[in-house]
Nanobody
Framework: QVQLQESGPGLVKPSQTLSLTCTVS??????????WSWIRQPPGKGPEWIGC???????DYSPSLKNRTSISRDTSKNRFTLQLGSVTPEDTAVYYC??????????????WGQGTQVTVSS
């Protein structure tokens, strides 16, 4: 069973960069046709897809977050990382990593991390 685990600081100050890592167990970041995504859910709101990195290493980002988002990976450690710059309190959310396949312009996620709360506050 593929398992994903998010890690990173739970508190980030405004204007700083949020950095989270997702470690994949019993699976591989280079599995054909797989995309590894970051999704977040702010309090009281629905989930928001942030971006993904493919098995080949190409990236894709939500247009609304593209200017301050970067997703990278370390295949030797089987983990991928989210960096979100210039954060504000509106970036406070539970952040999830997930793995799945592309369906049209969307994704079908087969694997999810448990989620990690990130609060942006001074």
């Amino acid at each position: 069973q593929v398992q994903l685990q998010e890690s990173g600081p739970g508190l980030v100050k405004p204007s700083q960069t949020l950095s989270l890592t997702c470690t994949v167990s019993n699976g591989s970041l280079i599995t054909n046709y797989y995309y590894w995504s970051w999704i977040r859910q702010p309090p009281g709101k629905g989930p928001e897809w942030i971006g993904c990195i493919s098995a080949s290493g190409s990236t894709d980002y939500s247009p609304s977050l593209k200017n301050r988002t970067s997703i990278s990976r370390d295949t030797s450690k089987n983990r991928f990382t989210l960096q979100l710059g210039s954060v504000t309190p509106e970036d406070t959310a539970v952040y999830y990593c997930a793995g799945g396949v592309r369906i049209g312009v969307g994704h079908k996620f087969n694997y999810w991390g448990q989620g990690t709360q990130v609060t942006v506050s001074s």
